[in-house]
């Protein structure tokens, strides 16, 4: 089954990089996804990752898969304030419509 | 442009008197989601269709309607809405193979 989990809060200081983590359970993922949501709003697709890939790099945001360990993470670098949200991981499994989500994990930058 | 747009973005009705929220898209996309998110959790999906086909959630309450008249619009019909319905519901679209993209989102509160 589906099973996915984020850890709650991170603080970190403005121009520092800040590491988001979200572990799986379910290897037939296809599609790996972060999404940022700020208060009182939709959720923002930020980026994903195919299942055969070990990293993707898309200007300040790195993601990094560990299929083995069945674990997902995102780096942000040069943290700015506007990154302040809760981001969460989902998965999408092969031949499903539906996406998994983590609990979220909310990052508050400290200029 | 807004792709998937939400009205209204925030709602208030009586307990027990019905409401319905709207989502429209200009993306074509032949896959529509309805999601339930509640303060300080994770989306939790409602039902979605796939083009006409409606495809509902096990846990998802009678309470809880939906229809798409046409492949742009979509909504969600509350027929009695109890206080423990309060949440965001987040209106998501999908094309076949691609990713899921959200809504703005529509804050409903029940008095």
């Known amino acids: 089954g589906e099973d996915v989990e984020q850890s709650l809060f991170l603080s970190v200081r403005e121009g520092d990089s800040s590491v988001i983590n979200c572990t799986y359970t379910?290897?037939?993922?296809?599609?790996l996804y972060w999404y940022k949501q700020e208060p009182g709003a939709g959720l923002q697709l930020l980026t994903y990752?195919?299942?055969?890939?070990d990293m993707k790099q898309d200007q300040r945001l790195t993601v990094l898969l560990n299929k083995k360990d069945k674990h997902l993470s995102l780096r942000i670098a040069d943290t700015q304030t506007g990154d302040s949200a809760i981001y969460f991981c989902?998965?999408?499994?092969?031949?499903?419509?539906?996406?998994?989500f983590g609990k979220g994990n909310q990052v508050v930058v400290i200029p | 442009d807004a792709m998937v747009i939400q009205n209204p973005r925030y709602q208030v009705t009586q307990f027990g008197k019905p409401v319905t929220l709207s989502c429209s898209q200009t993306?074509?996309?032949?896959?529509m989601y309805w999601y339930q998110q509640k303060s300080s959790q994770a989306p939790k999906l409602l039902f979605h269709?796939?083009?006409?086909?409606?495809?509902n959630e096990a846990d998802t309450p009678d309470n809880f309607q939906s229809r798409r008249p046409n492949t742009s619009f979509c909504f969600l019909d509350i027929r009695s809405p109890g206080l423990g319905d309060a949440a965001m519901y987040l209106c998501?679209?999908?094309?076949?193979?691609?990713?899921?993209?959200f809504g703005p989102g529509t804050r409903l509160t029940v008095l």
């Open positions: 998501a679209t999908r094309e076949q193979g691609d990713t899921q993209y």
């Open positions: 379910d290897s037939s993922s296809t599609y």
């Open positions: 990752i195919f299942s055969n890939m």
């Open positions: 989902a998965e999408r499994l092969y031949g499903n419509n539906r996406l998994a």
């Open positions: 993306l074509n996309h032949n896959v």
């Open positions: 269709y796939y083009d006409k086909d409606f495809n």
